[in-house]
């Protein structure tokens, strides 16, 4: 029964994951686009831990820890180039 659980929720945000990158892609404004991107990594994220959980490989969960770091310094990142137009020092 939880194995099923963990099916059916992969694939939702397998779903979501996909409705993302459309928007990542045809976004209006640059700052939707970099959310988008966001919500991917994210869900991303939340894919390889459920399946470390199904396929009992932890590892997978300590892979997941640099990548949100990466896409924390790309919010910050991308938050300074938005607010002053340059990335600069």
Do not use: C, N, R
């Not at 939707?32 to 470390?52: E, K, P, R």
């Amino acid at each position: 029964m939880i194995w099923e659980l963990i099916l059916i929720i992969a694939l939702l945000y397998l779903a979501s994951i996909v409705l993302f990158t459309i928007i990542a892609f045809k976004g209006p404004t640059l700052g939707d686009q970099v959310l988008a991107i966001d919500a991917i990594t994210y869900a991303t994220i939340v894919l390889m831990v459920l399946f470390s959980i199904y396929f009992k490989e932890p590892i997978l969960t300590v892979v997941v820890i640099p990548l949100a770091l990466w896409v924390y310094a790309l919010d910050i990142y991308m938050a300074k180039y938005l607010e002053k137009g340059d990335l600069g020092a």
